[in-house]
């Protein structure tokens, strides 16, 4: 079953529950939740912080057996409760190999 609002989706997503790493930059890295991925960006969840609108953060996932390192500006960060937010990263620098494993693994990208 599509997720909820998968037709107006600019890029195909995977689920995922995967721990990743995150920071800004030149900051400590800190752990979150992956919730799902595309060739476009990342949506986690993170406990104990405070992230704002278009702070730019540096993730590293799992994509399949490879690691990846990307950076991003949050587009959106709600938060869930009084602990953790979810969060939605928009990549701006990800490794071309990478890009090409999402695109792969999601099946190309959504008309």
Known sequence: MPER????????RLA?????SFSE?????????GKNLS???IRFEAV??????????RVTFNVGSETVVATGSVVWAT?????????????IEIDPRA???????A???DA
């Open 5 to 12: 609002g998968s037709e107006r989706r600019k890029y195909a």
């Open 16 to 20: 995922t529950d995967q721990v990743i």
């Open 25 to 33: 930059i030149d900051r400590p890295d800190r752990l979150a939740v």
């Open 39 to 41: 060739s476009g960006g």
């Open 48 to 57: 104990g912080c405070e992230i704002a609108l278009g702070d730019q953060l």
């Open 79 to 91: 938060e869930t409760d009084a602990f953790s937010m979810d969060i939605g990263l928009e990549f």
């Open 99 to 105: 890009l090409e494993l999402l695109e792969q693994m």
């Open 107 to 109: 099946g190309g990208v």
